[in-house]
């Protein structure tokens, strides 16, 4: 039982390109999201999913996409990467029963990503 | 605009010493209130609250809700220097499981 996984754990790139952060989590929740945490300014919710099927933009969404490929399986896409998207993300995954949550929200082990 | 503050955004203690972290929240569709310490890595859970005055206590560490008051503490008794972490609260609101998050106290404790 790996929890929630994230890969990769680091990633610089160029202005301009793209990449896919992958999540994944094994604990059957249905519900997913993707944060970003920057120096003195607290996890920000990027997107989530409240299930499989559903995605949703949450306080920053702008510059990336994601995907609910899976019950199991949520990424995070930036299209055209900049600066200001250098920072570390993480991926949580929660349980909801009859649209409620219920149970804390489990976090993987973070991607440190930085653009040039 | 929800939002959720905490105070002090630092604190430097040493060992032994008993610190009370705050939170406070202004959050439309309040569902409960999570605390999670934050050391190098992803942010790992401590506590869930969802009534007012129930305190929730692991080991040497406290919580408590006031939901007409709107916040939180979070208690660290006899602290050690394991205990040297980013301390985040978190607001879930929503149907959905949304968190709004703090700006987190980063807690020192010193030998």
């Known amino acids: 039982n790996a929890g929630v996984t994230q890969t990769p754990k680091f990633q610089v790139l160029k202005t301009g390109q793209s990449m896919t952060l992958q999540c994944a989590q094994d604990?059957?929740?249905?519900?997913m999201y993707w944060y970003r945490q920057d120096p003195g300014m607290g996890l920000r919710l990027i997107y989530y999913?409240?299930?499989?099927?559903?995605?949703d933009k949450g306080e920053v969404p702008n510059g990336y996409n994601v995907s609910r490929l899976n019950k199991r399986e949520f990424s995070l896409r930036l299209e055209s990467a900049a600066p200001s998207q250098t920072s570390v993300y993480f991926c949580?995954?929660?349980?909801?029963?009859?649209?409620?949550?219920?149970?804390?929200?489990?976090f993987g082990p973070g991607t440190r990503l930085t653009v040039l | 605009e929800d939002k959720v503050v905490q105070s002090p955004l630092s604190l430097v203690v040493h060992e032994g010493d008993t610190v009370t972290l705050n939170c406070s929240y202004e959050v439309t569709n309040f569902r409960s209130l999570l605390w999670y310490k934050q050391e190098k890595k992803a942010p790992t859970f401590l506590f869930m609250l969802t009534s007012s005055g129930i305190e929730k206590k692991s080991g040497r560490l406290s919580s408590i809700l006031d939901k007409k008051e709107l916040f939180s503490i979070l208690n660290i008794t006899a602290t050690q220097t394991g205990d040297s972490a980013i301390y985040l609260c978190a607001v879930l609101r929503g149907s959905q499981g949304n968190l709004i998050f703090g700006k987190g106290t980063k807690l020192s404790v010193k030998p």
């Open positions: 604990m059957n929740h249905n519900s």
């Open positions: 999913s409240a299930s499989e099927g559903t995605t």
């Open positions: 949580a995954s929660s349980y909801l029963l009859s649209g409620r949550a219920t149970d804390t929200q489990y």
